[in-house]
């Protein structure tokens, strides 16, 4: 996993890994890894977390905002 760059440096990710069709998130405060496929979240969804994750801002946001719970 890479670690999030957190530009506004108050962000609940730790890190984060990439794959072909799939975004892994490790949350701060439980340490916890929750993947967020094409599948199950959806081709758009992932793909606009893959460029918030690459851009270190915004990616917890889009989360709680718009995939919450659609996690594999």
């Known amino acids: 996993m890479e670690n999030y760059g957190d530009t506004g ?3 609940g990710i730790a890190a984060y890994e990439i794959g072909a069709d799939y975004v892994s998130v490790q949350f701060t405060n439980t340490g916890k890894v929750y993947t967020y496929s094409y599948a199950k979240a959806g081709k758009s969804h992932v793909d606009q977390m893959k460029i918030l994750a690459r851009s270190g801002s ?3 946001s889009y989360i709680m905002r718009n995939v ?3 996690f594999d």
């Open 58 to 60: 915004g990616l917890n």
């Open 68 to 70: 919450k719970s659609l």
């Open 9 to 11: 440096g108050n962000s």
